[in-house]
């Protein structure tokens, strides 16, 4: 029997260079706080927790001459200026390609460009860019952004720019971008979908397609967790959600001779690591 993690199971860039800068920072002695938890894993907070990190929900719970790491969604120009404000060291673990996004609203803006996000309203890396602006607007959907285009809010020569979040998917986007260069005239697109996640899908499709077990780790409640074990049913039979290696039952794999492993984005390395160790052992039984 064999075990096989796929290469991008757990935590894209972004997300592993912000858990790496809180540990830099709690290790080194500073009092450390993150505004937000830093993931949605609840044994990657608890860890920090024992480590003295704590969670803030606003700037204003800052304690003066403390250090205050910024999440990888990064936040507004508003909320940056208010941590700014506390006296705190900022250390800022927003992902660099969502900062590559802030800097591109801001400066359409400065051009006079009005800038329009695709994306989640509510999601905290939306709000983040559309905070980098003074005006923009946002749109969920390709139906939502034809439905403004017609209303006539805006003339059609307006010079606007386009962004996505970084998580939108490239069919969203596509009839996003067909829409806009339907409607406008003066248009420039940028295409801020990040890769990983589609790489981490892919893989785990392929992994799952040669595998006659798969184990997918992450939390139960994380939405791209659950996207992943269903991408992996759709390749293998026998496809097990687990929320860390003491869930994995070893009757489960009877008669399997290849088994994968992958992880949602909020699963940290050591509990994949793990999962592995105790996969091999109940392999090897
Ligand atoms: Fe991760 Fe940054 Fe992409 S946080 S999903 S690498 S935009």
Same mark, same amino acid.
């Given at each position: ?11 894209? #860039? ?30 990657? +907070?608890? %860890? ?10 606003? =700037? ?14 990064? +936040?507004?120009? !508003? ?5 700014? /404000?506390?006296?705190? &060291? ?6 660099? #390609?969502?900062? %590559? ?19 989640? %309203?509510?999601? =905290? &890396? ?11 607007? $946002? ?6 952004? !034809? ?11 307006? =010079?606007?720019? @386009? +962004? ?6 490239? #069919? ?11 409607? #406008? ?16 899908? /892919? ?30 049913? &759709?390749?293998?039979?026998? $496809?097990?959600?687990?929320? /860390? ?22 699963? =940290?390395?050591?509990?994949?690591? &793990?999962?592995?160790?105790? @996969?091999?052992?109940?392999? /090897? $039984?």
């Amino acid at each position: 029997m064999s075990v096989t993690i796929a290469k991008n199971a757990g935590f894209c #860039f972004g997300v592993d260079r912000a858990v790496e800068l809180v540990e830099q920072a709690a290790k080194s002695g500073k009092t450390v706080a993150t505004l937000g938890p830093i993931i949605h894993n609840r044994h990657q +907070v608890g %860890r920090f927790e024992e480590m003295g990190v704590k969670v803030i929900d606003t =700037p204003e719970d800052a304690v003066p001459g403390t250090t205050v790491i910024i999440r990888s969604h990064g +936040v507004s120009r !508003e909320v940056q200026q208010r941590l700014e /404000n506390r006296g705190v &060291e900022i250390i800022d673990a927003t992902c660099p #390609f969502v900062k %590559r996004i802030h800097g591109i609203v801001e400066k359409a803006e400065a051009e006079g460009r009005l800038p329009v996000i695709i994306g989640t %309203r509510t999601h =905290p &890396e939306v709000t983040a860019i559309a905070g980098w602006c003074s005006d923009c607007r $946002v749109f969920e959907s390709p139906e939502e952004l !034809e439905n403004w285009a017609l209303s006539g809010e805006v003339a059609l020569d307006t =010079p606007i720019c @386009m +962004v996505c979040q970084t998580t939108s998917t490239e #069919f969203l986007w596509k009839m996003c971008g067909e829409i806009a260069k339907k409607q #406008f005239t003066n248009l420039k697109i940028f295409d801020t979908i990040c890769k990983a996640t589609e790489f981490r899908q /892919n893989e785990a499709a392929a992994l799952s397609a040669k595998s006659d077990a798969m184990v997918v780790v992450g939390d139960t409640k994380s939405s791209n967790t659950g996207k992943l074990a269903q991408i992996c049913r &759709e390749h293998c039979d026998k $496809v097990f959600l687990v929320d /860390n290696a003491s869930e994995l039952v070893p009757e489960d794999f009877c008669g399997a001779v290849t088994v994968g492993i992958t992880a949602g984005a909020s699963t =940290p390395a050591w509990i994949i690591k &793990e999962v592995n160790k105790t @996969m091999s052992e109940i392999i /090897n $039984v």
